[in-house]
């Protein structure tokens, strides 16, 4: 079964690194969006927020951003402590966090950080509630 979360965890990691690696044209070198050019319709620029996470949507996206990574790396590599766990996937984040403060429409920001970091503490604290849970059960 570890090999299936492992084929998981590179296929989530591939993702990922797309997601925050690739330049975004659309953002000026600040990486705040320039202000969308449509007129009259509230729809279009709706979507393009959502689109391009503008807002408060890029701070739920960070948030989530990381929440499937400790249970991936729980489950491929069961060996690691929740601890050890947690401190790798924060390390992540750092690291995401540093590149791309040299890619282009790219920005880092210490918020992203925060939010990374809160998502994944909450999730390896629900995560332990349900061992906790499916041990008392057994």
């Not at 729980?74 to 791309?100: D, G, M, W």
Request: glycine content about 6%.
């Amino acid at each position: 079964m570890p090999q299936l979360y492992r084929a998981l965890l590179l296929i989530y990691l591939t993702i990922l690194g797309f997601a925050v690696f690739t330049p975004r044209r659309d953002l000026d070198m600040t990486g705040v969006l320039p202000p969308p050019t449509y007129s009259g319709s509230a729809i279009p620029t709706a979507a393009h927020n959502i689109l391009y996470l503008g807002g408060f949507l890029a701070w739920f996206g960070n948030l989530l951003l990381l929440m499937p990574l400790p249970i991936l790396i729980y489950k491929a590599i069961p060996r690691l402590s929740l601890r050890h766990n947690f401190l790798t996937c924060v390390a992540a984040s750092i690291s995401i966090e540093c590149v791309q403060h040299f890619i282009p429409g790219r920005s880092s920001d210490w918020r992203d950080l925060v939010l990374n970091t809160i998502g994944l503490f909450v999730m390896i604290k629900f995560f332990r509630h349900s061992q906790r849970i499916s041990v008392s059960n057994a």
